[in-house]
């Protein structure tokens, strides 16, 4: 008597071309948009400086091995697919994050903003300062004790080799500038990852966006950049 035999089961076929190349692209997408998002949340914690000059190089350094392994898992069958799909996402990945890097802006201004509000009680005291004794303070000390308890920091994180970040820049114009214009500056420099980058006190609107150097206005403060 015979007994019906169970079929030999078949062997896993490998996914398609489609699926295996859907994949890839998705991964891709999915890592550059995820360093995208890290990078605005450096900004926000306004961080952005070498934490974003290490993470871009650590992720170049990254890219470059995986894609010629991946180039040359061409060459077998065995491993065609997934090189493919390998290469597919280190195509992708770079382009998501280059087409998603204006989102960093937003950020870095949520980031200024915060700083503008912080400075602004320091900057009345300097006005005041002014009004007072009919020009401007020779150094942010003298504001202190008679319109501040003490000089403040500028709340912003420190950076080794960016001892700027914590303290303001200060100076007075040693020639008197244009009728409405300040006779002081008050700034920070080397803002995100941008060396020669300055964030200046500009209540008067003279440079904006005729001058070369401007960048973007936030509040009565401008974003420089120095070639």
Not at 108 to 118: K, P, Q, S
Not at 143 to 150: I, K, Q, T
Not at 190 to 201: M, P
Not at 218 to 227: A, F, I
Request: hydrophobic share 50%; glycine share 6%; aromatic share 12%.
């Amino acid at each position: 008597m015979d007994f019906p035999t169970t079929p030999p089961a078949l062997p896993r076929q490998p996914g398609s071309i489609r699926s295996v190349l859907a994949l890839g692209l998705v991964a891709g997408v999915a890592t550059g948009l995820g360093v995208t998002l890290l990078l605005c949340v450096l900004e926000w914690l306004g961080r952005a400086s070498f934490d974003t000059i290490f993470l871009i190089v650590a992720l170049f350094y990254a890219w470059v091995p995986v894609t010629l392994v991946a180039l040359f898992g061409l060459v077998s069958r065995r491993f065609r697919r997934k090189a493919l799909a390998t290469l597919l996402a280190m195509l992708a990945a770079p382009l998501a994050f280059w087409l998603t890097l204006d989102w960093t802006w937003s950020f870095r201004v949520m980031a200024l903003e915060g700083f503008v509000a912080r400075s602004q009680p320091l900057v009345d005291a300097i006005h005041a300062y002014e009004k007072r004794h009919s020009q401007p303070p020779p150094e942010l000390s003298a504001l202190v004790p008679e319109f501040r308890a003490e000089v403040p920091g500028t709340g912003m994180p420190v950076f080794p080799g960016m001892p700027v970040f914590p303290e303001y820049r200060y100076a007075r114009l040693d020639e008197r500038p244009e009728a409405g214009a300040l006779d002081w500056t008050l700034c920070i420099s080397n803002i995100g990852f941008v060396l020669g980058s300055e964030f200046a006190y500009r209540p008067d609107e003279t440079l904006d966006r005729e001058d070369e150097a401007f960048v973007e206005r936030v509040g009565s403060w401008v974003l420089l950049h120095h070639d």
